[in-house]
């Protein structure tokens, strides 16, 4: 252990990648990461995997050193572009699509049922999927689409799929679940509107208020799932940088991102603002929270430029009344408890 290496701002997620490739290996590829398909191969599953973003590279470097790499998403069109891609640089990489959409509780069941048809266990859980700065809409559930997709969604596809990574446990190895957070879960000094959770109001709605929300609900979530799973499951949170990727680009984000001076008015990234990430450097943390076995003893962490950041949560987002309140309600509007 002591002769793993340190990682910092610059790592990228091929760098870590390398680094825990025995890991990756020795797993068999059964880490997970989201819908998984009925094929024999152990897979490594992930969603949110479109070109230019963190999840897409998160794939590419594990698909190295995985058996099987599903990628996940709600666009067949994109999807695609994405596996042809890490082809292109991993032709040997074994690469599977599946569309998953995390607004729809109905999708979300159908690929779980289609997942835990599979004998492998699952070995890690990666919350990568997540809407940013949308316009107000309710989902077919009656979610606002946000929180539906960077919470509500992934807490309950994390639910379905519970008795698949309990089942990769052994005396030496925890299985874990990752969410992929942001240091804006600390925008706000309230953390979670539970009242827009429950009853979302177009009237109160605040775009880049909701997402803090979301970012702050995943790291609660991982807390208390920790906690929860009493040793069971390991759960990680992660702030993955400042990162130009393709949430920067859409047409809901642009406005509100300008009005904050995160961009310039011409779009480009405020390098006045602090530094920015590239992305194989923005996909590093989630490499590191799936596979580092230094966080072995440390359940519930959040993590920034790949190392333990604890100290980095706001208040409201680490409170463990807040995070037991959030799981109770959360299971409320999934209609379904964990069990473990």
Known sequence: MSTLPSFSFTTTAEEVATTFSDEIKGKNGTLTVIVLLPYQLPPVLITGTSIDGIGFETARVIAKYAKLVVITGYNEERLKLSEDAIKKDVPNANIHCLILDLTSFASIRKAAEIVNTNPEPLHVLINNAAASFAEFRLTEDGLETQLATDHIGPFLFTKLLSPKVLAAATPTYTPRVVFVSSEAHGFFGTGVDFEALTNPDPEKYVKLNAYSQAKSANIL?????????????????????????????????????????????????????????????????????????????????????????????AAHSSDPVIAEKLWTVSEKLIGEAFTF
């Not at 702030?239 to 310039?264: C, F, M, R, W």
């Open 221 to 313: 979530t991982a807390i208390e799932l920790s906690k929860r799973s009493k040793g069971k499951i390991n759960a990680y949170s992660l702030h993955p940088g400042g990162i130009y990727t393709n949430i920067y680009e859409k047409e809901d984000s642009i406005p509100v991102l300008q009005a904050l001076g995160v961009l310039l008015p011409d779009g480009k990234p405020n390098t006045a603002r602090g530094q920015w990430k590239t992305i194989p450097q923005g996909a590093a943390t989630t490499v590191a929270a799936a596979f580092d076995p230094r966080l072995n003893d440390k359940p519930g962490a959040y993590l920034n430029n790949c190392v333990v950041a604890n100290e980095k949560v």
